[in-house]
């Protein structure tokens, strides 16, 4: 059975920093796109960033020069870096994987993490 669990998510400042990190355990054949995503009260779930098995990134436009996405394959693990963080990125993190395992190739999804960011 598959699972991401996601951690390090809290209380911060704005202005301060945070890394979340969002691991895949179980027998897992590959993972091609990871990505994170969040979801504010009353709002939609959207795509914060995603990196290609191959390192190739893209962001909301509302994060470019402030969060950074990295994985590392070895670990089966993704990993956001969020720098000078707004009020307006108070959200739940919701991690996101596509994984190949013995029954095919779906996306997976994490339990979620809360960030929250105080003016």
């Known amino acids: 059975q598959v699972q991401l669990v996601e951690s390090g998510g809290g209380l911060v400042q704005a202005g301060g920093s945070l890394r979340l990190s969002c691991a895949a355990s179980?027998?897992?054949?590959?993972?091609?796109?990871m990505g994170w995503y969040r979801q504010a009260p009353g709002k939609q779930r959207e795509l914060v960033a995603a990196i290609t098995r191959g390192g190739s990134t893209n962001y909301a436009d509302s994060v470019k020069g402030r969060f950074t996405i990295s994985r590392d394959s070895a670990k089966n693990t993704v990993y956001l870096q969020m720098n000078s963080l707004k009020p307006e990125d108070t959200a739940v993190y919701y991690c996101?994987?596509?994984?190949?395992?013995?029954?095919?190739?779906?996306?997976?999804w994490g339990q979620g993490t809360q960030v929250t960011v105080s003016s």
């Open positions: 179980g027998i897992i054949f590959s993972i091609n796109a």
């Open positions: 996101n994987a596509d994984i190949g395992t013995v029954v095919g190739q779906r996306p997976y």
